[in-house]
C-alpha cells in the first residue's frame, strides 16, 4: 500500500524517489503515485519521511487536484521549466528541473527513478542527473514502488471489484449469445451468417464497450485444437462449431487504469468423454485452490497443492521441469497457478515455484489451472480474487458450466 512506501524506501536505502512519464497511460507507477489517470504525465518526488510533490502542466492542474492523493501540486512553469529550456536546451531543462526540486527538497543519499519510459530516455535521464549531482539508481525487482502496490488499499479493491462485476456481465452474456444461437447439424450461424471466431469477438467488443472497458491487450477466443495452446489469441476465421473445446479469456482495464481477468471453457452442445474429463480435472483443481488460498500462504506450495491435483488424474505438470525430471512440459498443466491483478494485466505477487513470499491479505490474484493436450484442446479456467486472512473474496460472478446446450 502507499502507506507502506516510506518503510520500502528505508529497507532499500533510498532517501527520495522520482516517477515520471509523458502520460500515465501504460504506467502503472505514475498511475500510482498520482492517483489517477493524468493525460500529460508528470514528476512525482518523494523524499523519505515527507510529503510528496506532483508536478504537472498548466493544462493538468485540475486533474492533478481533483484526483487528490497529492495535496503539494506545482506547475513546470513554477519551476522555471520554459527559462531552462532556453538556456540548456528542452531536452536537458528536465534533468535539471528534477535536480532543483531535489535539492530544494533537502534530498542527499540515493535517488529512485521509477514510471514506464523509452529505455533510451531513462538511461540518458540518470546519466545526465548524475552529472549534476544526483546519486541516481535503479532497483532489481521489487523495487519500492513494486512492493507497495502488490497490497491494494480499500478503494483499489473497490474499483477491481467494479471492473470484475463488468467483465462478468460480458462473460455472461457471451455465453448466453452463444447458446442461443442458431444451430444446424453441429454449425453456428449468427443472423444466418456461419458464426466466426471473428463474428464472435465484435460481438464481445460491443459488450466491452457498453461497459466502458477496453482491451488493450486483446481477447482469448481459442476453439478446437488452438485451445491446447495457452495463449492462442483465436484464428479470426475459425469457424464456431458443437463439440469442441472453447477457451474465453477476457482480460479488460477500466479508465481508472484497472484491469480484471476472468477465463471460462466450454463447448456448444454436449461434450465428448476427453473434454470433459480434463473440465472436471481443472475444476477440481480450481476448487481446492481457491479453498486453500489464504494470507501466509506462499505462491510456491499453493502451486504445489494445484499440481498435486493435476498428477493424480493422470496429467503432467510443470513441476517435473523444475524436479529436473523434465526440460520442458508441452502437454497437461504447463503454466504457473496465477499472478497479480491491479493497474497491469500481470503483476506480484505470483503463485508459481518461484514464488517463496507469503500471501498477504488485500493482495488480489489470478487463480488459473489449465490442462492442455496439443492436437486435441485445453481447458482453463480462471477467477479473479482478494486474498483475506480466512481464505479468498472472489470478485467473478460467472458459473462454471461447460456444456452450453
Same mark, same amino acid.
Given at each position: 500500500? #502507499? ?21 500515465? @497511460? ?5 498511475? !500510482? ?14 523524499? +523519505? ?9 498548466? /493544462? ?6 481533483? @484526483?487528490?492523493? +497529492? ?8 519551476? =522555471? ?43 540518458? /535521464?540518470?546519466?545526465?542527473? %548524475? %552529472?549534476? =549531482? ?25 474499483? /477491481?471489484?467494479?471492473? *470484475? ?18 444451430? %444446424? ?41 488452438? *485451445? ?18 472453447? +477457451? ?44 486453500? /488460498? ?28 523444475? %524436479? ?29 515455484? #518461484? *514464488? ?14 489449465? +490442462? !492442455? ?30 456444456? #452450453?446446450?
Amino acid at each position: 500500500m #502507499l502507506s507502506d512506501l516510506d518503510s520500502q524506501m528505508r529497507r532499500k536505502r533510498i532517501q527520495a524517489i522520482v516517477v515520471i512519464g509523458d502520460t500515465t @497511460l501504460a504506467n502503472p507507477d505514475l498511475t !500510482y503515485v498520482a492517483g489517477g489517470a493524468l493525460p500529460r504525465g508528470g514528476v512525482y518526488f518523494k523524499r +523519505v519521511g515527507e510529503r510528496p510533490l506532483l508536478v504537472v502542466s498548466n /493544462l493538468d492542474v485540475g486533474n492533478a487536484r481533483k @484526483l487528490g492523493r +497529492v495535496r503539494r501540486i506545482n506547475t513546470y512553469t513554477d519551476w =522555471g521549466f520554459e527559462k531552462l529550456a532556453r538556456k540548456y536546451g528542452r531536452q536537458s531543462a528536465l534533468p535539471h528541473l528534477i535536480a532543483a526540486v531535489l535539492r530544494t527538497e533537502r534530498t542527499k543519499g540515493r535517488v529512485g527513478i521509477y514510471g514506464r519510459n523509452d529505455l533510451a530516455f531513462g538511461i540518458n /535521464l540518470a546519466d545526465q542527473l %548524475k %552529472k549534476l =549531482g544526483i546519486s541516481a539508481t535503479g532497483e532489481s525487482s521489487p523495487t519500492v514502488l513494486e512492493a507497495a502496490r502488490e497490497t491494494k488499499e480499500h478503494f483499489e479493491t473497490n474499483e /477491481l471489484r467494479r471492473v *470484475s462485476r463488468k467483465t462478468s456481465r460480458i462473460v455472461r452474456a457471451a455465453m448466453d449469445a452463444l447458446r442461443n444461437m442458431n444451430r %444446424k447439424r453441429g454449425r453456428i450461424f449468427i443472423k444466418n451468417k456461419l458464426a466466426t471466431v471473428a463474428s464472435v469477438k465484435r460481438m464481445i467488443s460491443h459488450m466491452l464497450a457498453e461497459e466502458g472497458l477496453t482491451a488493450p491487450e486483446g481477447t482469448i477466443f481459442a476453439i478446437g485444437a488452438r *485451445s491446447a495452446d495457452p495463449h492462442n489469441a483465436g484464428d479470426p476465421a475459425d469457424e464456431i462449431r458443437e463439440k469442441r473445446l472453447i +477457451v474465453f479469456d477476457i482480460f479488460p482495464q477500466a479508465e481508472s487504469g484497472y484491469w480484471s481477468d476472468v477465463t471460462r471453457t466450454f463447448v456448444l452442445g454436449r461434450a465428448d468423454e476427453k473434454s470433459r474429463r480434463l473440465f472436471e480435472t481443472v475444476c477440481e483443481a480450481q476448487a481446492g485452490s481457491l479453498d486453500f /488460498l489464504r494470507a501466509g500462504v506462499t505462491g510456491e506450495v499453493a502451486m504445489s497443492r494445484a499440481c498435486d491435483i493435476i498428477e493424480r488424474r493422470g496429467y503432467r505438470t510443470v513441476r517435473d521441469v523444475f %524436479k529436473g525430471t523434465a526440460t520442458s512440459v508441452t502437454s497437461g498443466f504447463t503454466h504457473s497457478l496465477g499472478h497479480g491483478v491491479g493497474l497491469t494485466i500481470g503483476e506480484r505477487p505470483y503463485l508459481s515455484f #518461484l *514464488s517463496r513470499d507469503r500471501l498477504k491479505a488485500g493482495q488480489v490474484v489470478t487463480v488459473e489451472p489449465g +490442462v !492442455y493436450v496439443p492436437g486435441f484442446g485445453g481447458v482453463r479456467i480462471e477467477d479473479t480474487v482478494v486474498i483475506t486472512p480466512r481464505g479468498i473474496d472472489n470478485l467473478v460472478n460467472v458459473p462454471k458450466e461447460f456444456e #452450453l446446450t
